[in-house]
């Protein structure tokens, strides 16, 4: 199974919105909405921010949220802060033997 | 609490043989697959394969098929990752990572990462 795809790099400035998108296939994305996506700070390990799709875990910032149209799923992040400056990853539930597959991630900065 | 605590940082000549740990707690760990993924440094996170730890049944992606073992002690609630002959090329950062025991699995938990540098 391929990577899904995500844009390298977005960025904006304090205050604004910004989305990231993840762009998959059937057998993946397209097939089901089991999307999640990931923040990663330099030097960290990565961490959920939302799981199914459009679910944020306990302690997530309402700033971030999810969506997915066909076969790609989408990250919002309103009101930018300069802390959200990080790479962000999608991953997605797949009919592949592995489970999971990732996309190649995206590096927010805040301008 | 769920946590994946993975053993400490490895410097390791090429040809070596190496086997890194992620130890789950705060969960039953016969309950859900573990992932082990590469991150090279400065690049993204690739999936290398996972483990059930009830059965040992495990899986692995193409890139990282007889390039590594993946294996488990389901009675110390241990994950392992091995190599028999490092290269340069597996310098990196490794972390293990749980999946939902949903019928549809995806990853919720990270271990914190182990360090491996391979040179001479």
């Known amino acids: 199974q391929s990577a899904l795809t995500q844009p390298a790099s977005v960025s904006g400035s304090p205050g604004q919105s910004i989305t990231i998108s993840c762009t998959g296939s059937?057998?993946?994305?397209?097939?089901?909405?089991?999307v999640s996506w990931y923040q990663q700070h330099p030097g960290k390990a990565p961490t959920l921010m939302i799981y199914?799709?459009?679910n944020r875990p306990s302690g997530v910032s309402n700033r971030f949220s999810g969506s997915k149209s066909g076969n790609t799923a989408s990250l919002t992040i309103s009101g930018l802060q300069a802390e959200d400056e990080a790479d962000y990853y999608c991953?997605?539930?797949?009919?592949?033997?592995?489970?999971?597959?990732f996309g190649g991630g995206t590096k927010l900065t805040v301008l | 609490e769920v946590r994946l605590v993975q053993s400490g940082a490895e410097l390791k000549k090429p040809g070596e043989s190496l086997k890194i740990s992620c130890k789950g707690s705060?969960?039953?760990?016969?309950?859900?697959?573990i992932g082990w993924v590469r991150q090279m440094p400065g690049k993204g996170l690739e999936w290398m394969g996972i483990?059930?730890?009830?059965?040992?049944?495990?899986r692995y992606s193409p890139s990282f098929q007889g390039q590594v073992t993946i294996s488990a002690a389901k009675s110390i609630s241990t994950a392992y990752l091995q190599w028999s002959s490092l290269k340069a090329p597996d310098t990196a950062m490794y972390y293990c990572?749980?999946?939902?025991?949903?019928?549809?699995?995806?990853?919720?938990?990270w271990g914190q990462g182990t360090l491996v540098t391979v040179s001479s």
């Open positions: 990572a749980r999946l939902t025991d949903a019928p549809f699995p995806n990853v919720d938990y």
């Open positions: 705060g969960y039953s760990f016969t309950s859900h697959w």
């Open positions: 483990i059930h730890p009830e059965d040992s049944e495990t």
């Open positions: 059937s057998g993946d994305v397209g097939d089901y909405d089991y």
């Open positions: 199914d799709v459009s």
């Open positions: 991953s997605s539930y797949t009919s592949d033997s592995t489970l999971v597959v």
